[in-house]
């Protein structure tokens, strides 16, 4: 015995189940159906999916419900025969949105309806984990963005000092060149020295 799933719905699944109930739509067929061929693809009851369409995705897809809506009616045009079952559909479509899981509201009974409203909340709870898990998710990339910020500032601020390090030892460099230029003339006036095109001090003869 297959046992229904009760996890999260995912963006494939939810996916998957507006593709099924638009066809459905469109072909004239009930979303009864539907939910009942989705369920099997997913292992999950056609109360779930119905549910789950009624409460999240079926708000998705106005606009996508109202052209199927829209094609249907153009298929009865062209095929007569298709009139009785699409208008028994279309008929169906209001007790489908309150009770996805039967035909006839006449044919539920209370240990039904119990079974129904406890899906109903175990899938609100699963919805509160889900948010859960967003918000803490969330707050884990706040606080990471604040942590690569302050890294971000602090690398800043080392590659300035090296900089600054840097340009200090150069100055350094150069006056030494210099004084060691000048005692060289004052002690040996015919010897001089230049710089060579790598940066290095060569000596010169006058």
Not at 149 to 162: D, G, H, T
Not at 169 to 174: A, K, S, T
Request: charged letters at 35%.
């Amino acid at each position: 015995m297959t046992i229904a799933r009760q996890d999260a719905w995912t963006h494939d699944e939810d996916l998957l189940l507006a593709e099924v109930v638009l066809r459905h739509i469109r072909e004239g067929s009930t979303q009864l159906k539907a939910f009942e061929e989705v369920g099997k693809q997913l292992s999950r009851t056609s109360a779930a999916c119905g549910f789950r369409w009624n409460s999240f995705v079926r708000k998705q897809y106005k606009s996508g419900i109202e052209l199927a809506k829209k094609q249907r009616k153009e298929q009865v045009v062209n095929n007569p025969e298709m009139e009785r079952d699409s208008v028994a559909a279309a008929e169906h479509v209001a007790i489908e949105e309150k009770t996805p899981e039967h035909e006839d509201k006449e044919s539920i009974t209370l240990q039904e309806v119990i079974l129904y409203l406890t899906k109903m909340d175990e899938f609100f709870q699963l919805d509160n984990k889900e948010k859960e898990r967003i918000s803490e998710r969330s707050l884990f990339l706040e606080r990471e963005n604040v942590r690569l910020l302050e890294e971000n500032v602090l690398l800043k601020e080392n590659l300035k000092a090296v900089e600054e390090d840097y340009r200090a030892l150069m100055q350094i460099m150069e006056r030494a060149r210099k004084l060691s230029v000048q005692e060289d003339e004052k002690t040996n006036p015919k010897v001089s020295f230049q710089m060579d095109k790598n940066g290095n001090l060569e000596r010169v003869n006058k």
